[in-house]
Every structure is written in structure tokens, then in C-alpha cells.
């Protein structure tokens, strides 16, 4: 059987419903719009799996395949010339926001994000139609309650953390992806371009629309030698439109892929 070694990293759980302690479905998202995406998630990868069987070759994880997603409501310009694809991540975690209580009509505040970062690289090269379910189906589990280790997987797949996303401060998203298990750079980044999801973008756990796709470029400092970060496929993450109702400071969850270029 070819290809069974790129799927495994897709075969974390052979019933989601199992109830391991990592990873546990939102029981308030079965019979909706969770359980249908793990549903197609399951249905894709066994029928990938079953076609894998007839290959007379195995699928190699050579990322420069890789073709990063374009479909959006006004395209993101291309990687600059001479940039090589360096790694591909599924990003899960929180998109932040403040409010001012004593203004309810007033707009949410974006006050950064936090993230894991699980390799998703042999899925980009190799199974590219899988790829662009993992981050719908990654916002259906809860995240450990530490995801320090490397060893942790994301939802119900056996893909590893690759790295983490944070901002150093209200405008500088930051990637770390040295790990104990590989070391591809850091970098603090600066937005490039911005462009709305497509209209049929995966919503979030509560109905909150996907966050905008984003080009990003690396600050002086960045390592690894990355220089573009592109978040896309993005599910879930907007905050409402005004602060009534909510306090102070508050959290959305939020699933993305994340493409890193680098000069070669």
C-alpha cells in the first residue's frame, strides 16, 4: 500500500467519538455543522486511503508541490520572486479582542492572536484536498490544556506541533518554529496585504465569520531565512460587530493554514 505513510499522519483517532482525553469534539457542535465536518474529513480520507492501495508509487513529501490556495474574494499577490515554499502549518487558537464596556455601539478591538502550529507540509505537497478540511476540522477540538510538548497532536490526526503564533505586541505577529524536532527560523512580521475570506469560508464555533486571508512580511531579525507568511483557508476568528454584551476582553476561536516562504 503507497502512501499509507503521508495518510497516517492523518489517522490520529480511529473513532473521534472514542473519548480519548486529546482530542474531544465540542459536544454542542454533534448533529450540526461539527459533526458534518468530521464527517467529510473521515469520508475524504478513507477514500484516499482506499485509492492509496492502487498506487504503484508512494507519494513523496516534497513541498515545493505545494500550491497555496488563491480562491478569495480578491486574490493575495503571489510570493515575491526567488521565494522557496519552507514549511506549511495548520494554525488553531484564539484570535483576541478588547471591548469598551461603556461603549456597547463601539466596533471590537483586535488585540492579536495565539497560536499552535502542527506540520502540515507532506499533506500540502501530496493530499491538497485534505489539507483545506484540517482547519475546519481542527476548530471542532478543544486544545490540551498545554500544548508545550511537541508531542502533541492536533484533533483527531497524528500531525505534530511545528510551532507557535503570538504577537510581541498589538501589531507584530510573531511565528516561532524551532522546535526540539526542527529548527526552520522565527520571525516577527508586518501585514502586507489583506483580502475578506471566501463567502463560504468555514464559521466558527458560534457562527463567527472566517477572518481575512493575510500576506505578511518578516522584520529585520527574522531567521531561517523565512520572509513571507501567508495565513489562508482561514475558519472561524471575527469578533461581532459591536462590543454590547461582551467584556472587557474576550477570545474567538479560530483555525487557519499558515504557508512560510523563504529565500533558498
Known amino acids: 500500500m503507497y502512501g499509507s505513510t503521508i495518510l497516517a499522519t492523518l489517522l490520529g483517532a480511529s473513532s473521534v467519538f472514542a473519548a480519548p482525553a486529546w482530542p474531544q469534539v465540542r459536544s454542542e457542535l454533534i448533529n450540526t455543522v461539527g459533526k458534518e465536518a468530521v464527517s467529510d474529513y473521515f469520508n475524504l480520507l478513507a477514500q484516499k486511503t482506499d485509492a492509496a492501495k492502487l498506487l504503484s508509487f508512494a507519494p513523496s513529501c516534497d513541498v515545493s508541490k505545494a500550491q497555496i490556495p488563491t480562491v478569495s474574494a480578491t486574490p493575495l499577490p503571489t510570493p515575491a520572486a526567488g521565494l522557496v515554499l519552507k514549511h506549511v502549518a495548520i494554525g488553531r487558537g484564539t484570535q483576541n479582542y478588547t471591548c469598551d464596556t461603556a461603549t456597547p455601539t463601539a466596533a471590537p478591538v483586535a488585540n492579536g492572536a495565539l497560536a499552535t502550529l502542527f506540520n502540515a507540509s507532506c499533506i500540502a505537497a501530496s493530499y491538497p484536498d485534505l489539507l483545506h478540511l484540517l482547519p475546519q476540522l481542527a476548530l471542532q477540538f478543544d486544545l490540551p490544556a498545554t500544548t508545550s510538548s511537541t508531542d502533541e497532536k492536533m484533533g483527531p490526526t497524528n500531525l ?60 529585520p531579525g527574522a531567521t531561517g531565512n523565512l520572509q513571507q507568511v501567508y495565513r489562508v483557508e482561514t475558519a472561524g476568528g471575527s469578533a461581532p460587530a459591536t462590543c454590547a454584551g461582551m467584556p472587557a476582553q474576550f477570545e474567538v476561536q479560530y483555525a487557519a493554514e499558515y504557508w512560510f516562504y523563504a529565500a533558498p
Open 160 to 219: 505534530l506541533v511545528s510551532g507557535k503564533h503570538f504577537f510581541t505586541n498589538t501589531t507584530t505577529p510573531f511565528f516561532n518554529l524551532d522546535t526540539t524536532r526542527s529548527q526552520l527560523g522565527e520571525a516577527p512580521c508586518s501585514k502586507l496585504n489583506a483580502t475578506n475570506a471566501p463567502a463560504n469560508a468555514p464559521k466558527g464555533r458560534q457562527g463567527e465569520a472566517a477572518v481575512p486571508w493575510l500576506r505578511l512580511s518578516a522584520n
